[in-house]
Every structure is written in C-alpha cells, then in structure tokens.
C-alpha cells in the first residue's frame, strides 16, 4: 500500500453528531482515562465517580461501538502501549487519543510505562506476556531497537507512530517532519530573521534528523549560510531546551529567533530569554513544534507546527483493530499513514527589532 496522506480529523462528534468519551469526561468533570475505566468495568473506581461518569453517559446517550461484539466469536482486542515520553502534554494527547478510538473500537488500551533503567526489551516480553494482540509505540520507543527486536521475533503486529522512517514490517503514522521544519524556517526568514537557531531533537530519532534537514534547506534556498553554531542538541526535555537556549543565547552574535523542536524546548527558550531580561517576541522570536497545551499556557502563546497527535494515535488503534478484526496482520508493514500539519501562528514571533548602531563620541 503506498503512503496515504490524511487531514486530521478535528472532531469525531462534529463528524458524525454522536458523543465522544472526551464529551463525557468534560460533562462528569474527570479524566478520559477514568471514563474508560468506568467502561471497562474497573473496581478501582470509587462508587461516587463511578455514578457521576455513569449519569453523563445516561445524559449524552454514549454508547462504545459494540458492532465488533456482535461477530461471532469476536472477543475485545487488546492494545499494547508502551511509552517513555519525556514530555507529559505529548504523551496525555497521545493517551487521550487512544482511548477515545479504543473506545470507539471496542478494543482495550493496556497502558504500560517504562520505568527509568528498565530494560526496554524485558518491558516489552512482560507487555506481550499479560496478552496483547498488537502494540502501538509512541516516540521514542517507536524507534527502540530492542522493542521492535522483541515485538518482530513475537509476531506481534506493531504501529510506530511519528517515526521518520519506519522499520520494515512496521505500520508507521507520522507527518512530513522535514517540510514542516522547512516551512517554519521559511516563515522566521520571511519574517526578516537572518541569524536562526535552532534546538535540535533527541538524537536517535529519525524525525529529528528530518527537521534539522529542513531547517537547512530553508536557509539554502534563501541563501543564507549555515551556521554549525546556531544548532544545539536537546532531547526533547525541557531541561535540555534550558541547557540549548542558555548556550545559543550566549553567543557573540546571539540569534534573533530560536526554533526549537519540540513546545517543551521553546517554552524553556522561553523561561531562559524572560531570565535574561528579553522580551518575546520583541527581542526573541520562538517558535515550536507539536502543538500541544503547553503552547498555549505559557506567555506569549507559541507560534508552532501543530502535529496532530491526538488523531496520530487514534489513527493507529484504528488501523490496528481494523487489521486484527480482519485477519490481515500480514499486511501491516505496507501501511504508511501521513497527516497534515499546519503552521498555527500566535504571539512568539515578530520581525527583529531594529536598534541602532551604537555611537561612540568622538
């Protein structure tokens, strides 16, 4: 199957009228996660929240598409999650995605963490030892050699999600993170910006290296040179996008705009250039990568790439569902899903501030 692209979906409910788990948790005032709870039968919820998220369903008339369960023998699947993301506003609109098209699906969202010095790939063998049908990997681990070393020897048919370039025998969702990047850089130059930093992203991931390639095709193509000193690593963290904003900051000839590549690297881009006494956008322009809620709770707003997450993973249990319903796991590694991305332009970037020449009297 040749990649497919795809708009992401805005709203499942605008699409089709019916509620969403998302609708229901709003309306009971808890997590999705604890309104799949609730769904799935869990004892752990307390009695009084089970009754609150049980009225909402009754009020909106939410019902988890059960056609599945009408199939002779159909039994619900479970779906492996297996995460270690360093940003926590990624992972919960990576999770909240999840559920909500598990939900959909009736299949079940069997949620694990690797711990700090767990071995990656004894994660994995426990994850398919408690019974999963198939696995979907966020980044990083979407690209960990010893998971997908694991899940490949297993059988167990995997979705990497965000991966640059996928493995073979792995479906992949993912955007065009190299003209994203592009199209950032292109927007700070149109801007007037001619010195551009940028934060890279961690370094094992095939996406960071897509961005920063990006990121260099839009200074070629505006000939303006590249300069190995307006690059510095991060990981991702927001302590790494504290350590790269201090050292591009500390330049000689400091850039007027940093591009970082991810939210939680700008907003620490951010942090550092408030430190400084440095006025955003008026000083600095920052912009990010990935849209999440983080963008839009810190002062001033970030002008970012939005990545739709959110649909990235729903798009991912429901492929995996719908191959594993059918039998067709086999074909799963022919299955590329691009999305769209979109440039969302808030309050962090302007035009660099003009100051004059400093005049020494004569």
Request: proline content about 6%; some cysteine; glycine content about 8%.
């Amino acid at each position: 199957m040749p990649d497919t692209l795809r708009k992401p979906r805005t709203s499942r409910s605008r699409q089709t009228g019916a509620p969403t788990i998302s609708d229901v948790a709003t309306l009971a005032g808890v997590s999705m996660m604890t309104v799949s709870r609730v769904i799935n039968a869990d004892a752990k919820v307390r009695q009084s929240t089970r009754e609150k998220v049980n009225a909402a369903i009754a009020e909106l008339n939410y019902a988890p598409n059960r056609a599945a369960r009408s199939l002779a023998g159909a039994a619900q699947m479970r779906i492996g999650l297996l995460y270690s993301n360093p940003s926590e506003a990624f992972l919960s609109a990576f999770i909240v995605g999840s559920l909500e098209e598990a939900s959909r699906s009736d299949a079940q969202i069997i949620v694990r963490k690797l711990e700090d010095g767990e071995d990656p790939g004894h994660a994995t063998e426990r994850m398919i030892a408690g019974g999963v049908d198939g696995v979907v990997l966020p980044p990083p681990l979407c690209e960990a050699p010893e998971v997908l070393a694991v899940l490949r020897k297993a059988g167990v048919p995997t979705v990497a999600v965000t991966t640059a370039r996928p493995e073979d025998g792995v479906a992949a969702v993912m955007i065009d993170d190299h003209t994203a990047a592009r199209e950032m850089t292109a927007h700070l130059i149109g801007l007037g910006h001619q010195r551009i930093g940028f934060i890279l992203g961690h370094p094992d991931l095939t996406a960071s290296g897509e961005r920063l390639i990006g990121y260099r095709e839009a200074l070629e193509s505006a000939g303006i040179a590249f300069d190995e000193a307006l690059v510095a690593q991060g990981y991702f963290t927001y302590r790494s996008g504290l350590d790269a904003a201090e050292a591009l900051l500390s330049l000689d000839d400091a850039p007027s705009a940093i591009f970082a590549s991810n939210d939680d690297m700008a907003a620490a881009t951010v942090a550092i250039a408030h430190r400084r006494g440095l006025d955003v956008p008026g000083d600095l322009t920052v912009c990010g990568f990935d849209d999440v809620a983080l963008a839009t709770t810190i002062w001033p707003e970030l002008t970012t790439i939005q990545q739709p997450i959110a649909e990235m993973s729903r798009c991912a249990v429901e492929l995996l569902v719908s191959l594993l319903r059918n039998k067709r796991t086999s074909e799963i590694g022919a299955h590329r899903i691009k999305l769209d991305h979109t440039l969302v332009r808030r309050q962090s970037d302007a035009a660099p501030r003009r100051r004059p020449s400093l005049r020494v009297p004569g």
